[in-house]
């Protein structure tokens, strides 16, 4: 089974709707991120969680929103969709900031 | 200045011969250094950390160098599976993070 898990892997949907994807682990980490990637551009962190109770803004949060709901697992909202959130969206994990994250497959999301 | 940069490539090699990378990155507090692998529409996956001594795994070489703050990757023996984006990865202490480089597409040919 794997570490990291994201669902949904795909989803479409509409703008103005709200959008949450969901992002289990069972690596035992504290730390966990969500990231979304652009064709052909790098990473951008959008938010990222010390703890359960230690939610942090990424460079790009505008739009979005976060839950830690347990120290396994970690969902990010869109609360009103847009076109130009149309992205890959990774959730990652790691046991301190300085050690290598390691990421969930990811969930393509399209924005009509 | 970004934190992290790559020569984004594509590095187009035929099999069997070397190439390396570099990525420089411009916080010199930097402690961590990694190197991850990505395929197209996949998630980034660890390819290997870099320590202050150099490593090697395999075929894969990475070497860091502190006073010019950049560190590097190098490939021997390129097989056709090693095509995909590299990425460079350096902690920001700073802001408790790590910081993503854009990626160094590599394309081997037969």
């Known amino acids: 089974d794997a570490d990291v898990t994201q669902t949904p892997r795909n989803r479409i949907t509409k703008t103005g709707k709200r959008i949450m994807l969901e992002c289990s682990q069972t690596?035992?980490?504290?730390?966990m991120y969500w990231y979304r990637q652009d064709p052909g551009l790098g990473l951008q962190l959008i938010y990222y969680s010390f703890d359960v109770k230690d939610i942090n803004k990424g460079e790009i949060s505008d739009g979005y929103s976060v839950s830690r709901q347990a120290q396994a697992k970690f969902s990010l909202s869109l609360e009103s969709a847009i076109p130009n959130q149309t992205a890959l969206y990774f959730c990652a994990t790691s046991d301190r900031t300085s050690s290598p994250q390691f990421f969930g497959p990811g969930t393509r999301l399209t924005v009509l | 200045r970004k934190e992290v940069e790559q020569d984004p490539g594509p590095f187009n090699v035929p099999e069997g011969a070397t190439v390396a990378f570099n990525c420089t990155y411009s916080?010199?507090?930097?402690?961590?250094f990694f190197w991850y692998r990505q395929d197209c529409r996949k998630e980034p996956k660890l390819l290997m950390s870099?320590?202050?001594s150099g490593n090697e795994d395999g075929r894969f070489t990475a070497q860091l160098n502190r006073a010019s703050q950049y560190i590097s990757l190098l490939i021997r023996d390129s097989k056709l599976s090693d095509s995909a984006t590299y990425l460079c990865v350096v902690n920001s202490p700073g802001f408790q993070k790590l910081v993503f480089g854009t990626g160094t597409r590599l394309l081997v040919s037969p």
């Open positions: 870099v320590y202050s």
């Open positions: 916080n010199s507090a930097s402690q961590s």
């Open positions: 690596k035992g980490h504290d730390r």
